[in-house]
T-cell receptor, first 113, second 113 residues
Framework: DTGVSQDPRHKITKRGQNVTFRCDPISEHNRLYWYRQTLGQGPEFLTYFQNEAQLEKSRLLSDRFSAERPKGSFSTLEIQRTEQGDSAMYLCASTRDTSYEQYFGPGTRLTVT | DQQVKQNSPSLSVQEGRISILNCDYTNSMFDYFLWYKKYPAEGPTFLISISSIKDKNEDGRFTVFLNKSAKHLSLHIVPSQPGDSAVYFC????????????FGKGTKLSVKP
C-alpha cells in the first residue's frame, strides 16, 4: 500500500496562467475525491469520481476548473485562468465504494501571485 | 451555513492527561462520522470513525463518543502524548452513492511535555 500521491507538492503561478495537478490514488480504490483547503478552514469538497465517471461537482467548482480520471486510475485537476482566490491546498483522497474512510494525499499547495 | 462545527480553535493539554475534542453537527441525516489528524504540510490522516447507529468506538488511546440527540460527538485521547500535537478535524458523511466528507474547521491540539 503506497498511499495516495499528488504532484506537484507546490506550485507558484502568475494570475491568468493555467495549472494542472495530478493525483494517484491507492490502487484498489475506485472512488477518488478532490477537496480544497484554505487557511483556517477544513477541507471543502470539490468533485468525485467513481472509476472514470465524474458523479458529483460542488458549486465551488467554477467553470474554470475541470477534472478528469480517464482510465479510472489517476486523476488530474486543471484550473484555467488562475485567480488569487484560487490559492489554497488542493487535496486528493481515495476510498473503496464500500467504505466511508477516505485516505488523503499530501496535497498540492497552489500560490497565485 | 456550516453543518459541522468545531467551536474550539485550540486546546492545550499536559502530557499524560486526557484531551477532549468536541464537534457539533446540524444535519440529522449524517450517518457516519470521522476524525482526522493533520500535521503541517501534510494531508489529513484518518484516525477513527463511528457509525450513527453506535454511541462509542474505541481504538487504543482514542475513543469517539456520539450523542445523536444532542448532535454532538467528541474525541478522547488518553493519555495524551507530545506527538499528538496536530490539528484535528471532525468530518461527517451522508454515505450512500456520494460519500463526500463535510469537515469542521479543526481544533489545534498542543500537548505540552
Amino acid at each position: 500500500d503506497t498511499g495516495v500521491s499528488q504532484d506537484p507538492r507546490h506550485k507558484i503561478t502568475k494570475r491568468g496562467q493555467n495549472v494542472t495537478f495530478r493525483c494517484d490514488p491507492i490502487s484498489e480504490h475506485n472512488r477518488l475525491y478532490w477537496y480544497r483547503q484554505t487557511l483556517g478552514q477544513g477541507p471543502e469538497f470539490l468533485t468525485y469520481f467513481q472509476n472514470e465517471a465524474q458523479l458529483e461537482k460542488s458549486r465551488l467548482l467554477s467553470d474554470r476548473f475541470s477534472a478528469e480520471r480517464p482510465k479510472g486510475s489517476f486523476s488530474t485537476l486543471e484550473i484555467q485562468r488562475t485567480e488569487q482566490g484560487d490559492s489554497a491546498m488542493y487535496l486528493c483522497a481515495s476510498t473503496r465504494d464500500t467504505s466511508y474512510e477516505q485516505y488523503f494525499g499530501p496535497g498540492t499547495r497552489l500560490t497565485v501571485t | 451555513d456550516q453543518q459541522v462545527k468545531q467551536n474550539s480553535p485550540s486546546l492545550s493539554v499536559q502530557e499524560g492527561r486526557i484531551s477532549i475534542l468536541n464537534c457539533d453537527y446540524t444535519n440529522s441525516m449524517f450517518d457516519y462520522f470521522l476524525w482526522y489528524k493533520k500535521y503541517p504540510a501534510e494531508g489529513p490522516t484518518f484516525l477513527i470513525s463511528i457509525s450513527s447507529i453506535k454511541d462509542k468506538n474505541e481504538d487504543g488511546r482514542f475513543t469517539v463518543f456520539l450523542n445523536k440527540s444532542a448532535k454532538h460527538l467528541s474525541l478522547h485521547i488518553v493519555p495524551s502524548q507530545p506527538g499528538d500535537s496536530a490539528v484535528y478535524f471532525c468530518a461527517a458523511s451522508f454515505g450512500g452513492s456520494q460519500g463526500n466528507l463535510i469537515f469542521g474547521k479543526g481544533t489545534k491540539l498542543s500537548v505540552k511535555p
